[in-house]
């Protein structure tokens, strides 16, 4: 059997109806799009599709979130958070770091730029309980162990530069879908009482900025989760609520 059995001879092309035509043109494609070149049999040419990244960026986001929030409001009365910073650094810093260079490639402008963004938030927050880094004890009376005061207005003051950046990716979000939007809205939400709870040392508006904290991580997880058990990957199907149509 040789190439020319598979040959389409003249008659039998202009024979042809429309939709034969059109069926046997798809056969020459892959489902990405590439031709379906298969000239070589000892070397077989491979046609790969990209996996989305965004269940990466979301899952790890939400875990690092939920970390945060969840020492933040002193669970089981642990005071000292520094066992997060292993997962901060490598789940939610390079992890989602990874799923934004991933969207670069993919073409999601937006993806890229809010994944890679947070992973470094996630990265700099480590570094803040990494004892060689030197910034908490800068803050920290090397005689008593007391941390100055100082050390909250400064924390106040990273997380207002954060909020800044979490309210443009919000305007960013409004044509994409209700799940991420609210996400990112409470995360704004968050951002503000920490930032004010810090700045005035309000243990009410901290402890109600972590809560936020807590529905940040769950929102996250329904977005991640719907992308990763969508497409027919399993029979459950998390409806993200498109907002394209309503705005």
Known sequence: MDSSDFAVTK???????????ANHLER??????????????????YHRAFASPSPLGLISFATDIFLISI?????????????????????GG?????????????????GATVFSSYGAFNLSYAMI????????????????GAVDPSFNQALAIYLWAWLIVT??????????????FVDLFFLDICLLLLACGFMASRDGLLTA???FGLAVSFLSYWAG?????????TPIKLPTFEMYSAV
Not at 11 to 21: C, I
Not at 28 to 45: I, K, M, Y
Not at 71 to 91: D, E, K, T
């Open 167 to 180: 309210v443009v990716f919000t305007i960013a979000a409004m044509r994409s879908s209700w799940v991420l």
């Open 11 to 21: 008659p039998e092309e202009g024979n042809r109806s429309p939709s034969t035509h």
């Open 129 to 144: 309980y990494l004892p060689g880094t030197g910034i908490l004890s800068a803050y920290t009376d090397a005689g008593t």
């Open 94 to 110: 390079v992890g989602q770091f990874v799923a934004g260079i991933m969207e670069f490639i993919t073409g999601n402008t937006f």
């Open 225 to 233: 989760c719907a992308g990763l058990w969508g497409g027919g990957v």
């Open 209 to 211: 900025g972590y809560s």
């Open 71 to 91: 020492f933040g409001l002193h669970a089981r009365g642990i005071s000292a958070p520094n066992v997060m910073v292993g997962c901060l650094v490598f789940y």
């Open 28 to 45: 020459l494609h892959t489902a990405g799009g590439h031709f379906n070149d298969r000239s070589q049999p000892a070397l077989p040419v």
